[in-house]
């Protein structure tokens, strides 16, 4: 009896094509940033939900990070909210994000910027990889737009996938 019980629950952890439809998500992830042909440590943290199985609306905070100006450095940060388009195929996730970006730029030791906030667009494609359960890996390419330069980062995800 106890087999029989136990059977249907390691099916649903272990099906990844019916986590990687779920309703609701969130996550994290962390790579390197590119802007202005400088580099530095990017993160993000995401959520998410899904309206029907292959698009959702994503919300977000990424800090770009910290770069080399002239006189001192810049701090990037952004929060977003984008649709997502995805397809699945077993238990890979591929995605694509088009959305607006609010930013801000911070100076330090005497760094001026004459563009210091704003609004524009971004965009990102990825691919996740169901692994055990709602838990997915993955990796991700974004650009942000910042003003009249872009951020553009490539980061390693997990995504974790409820309902």
Known sequence: ?????????????????????????????????????????????????GFIPWISLEGG????????????????????????????????????KAGINSWILEGDRGVTIQDDDGFDKMWAVGADYSLIGPMAVGLEYSNYTLGNKDVKSINATVTFYFF
């Not at 996550?27 to 940033?33: D, N, V």
């Not at 530095?40 to 959520?47: I, Q």
């Not at 990037?76 to 195929?89: G, M």
């Open 1 to 49: 009896m106890k087999k029989l019980t136990l059977l249907p629950l390691l099916a649903l952890v272990f099906a990844p094509s019916i986590w990687a439809n779920s309703i609701v998500y969130g996550g994290a992830s962390i790579g390197s940033s590119d802007y202005n042909n400088d580099r530095s440590v990017a993160y993000n943290l995401h959520a998410g939900i």
């Open 61 to 96: 905070y990424t800090y770009h990070g910290k770069f080399d100006a002239v006189g001192g450095d810049i701090e990037a940060e952004s929060a977003y909210a984008a649709i997502r388009p995805n397809v699945t195929i077993g238990a890979l996730q591929l995605y694509a």
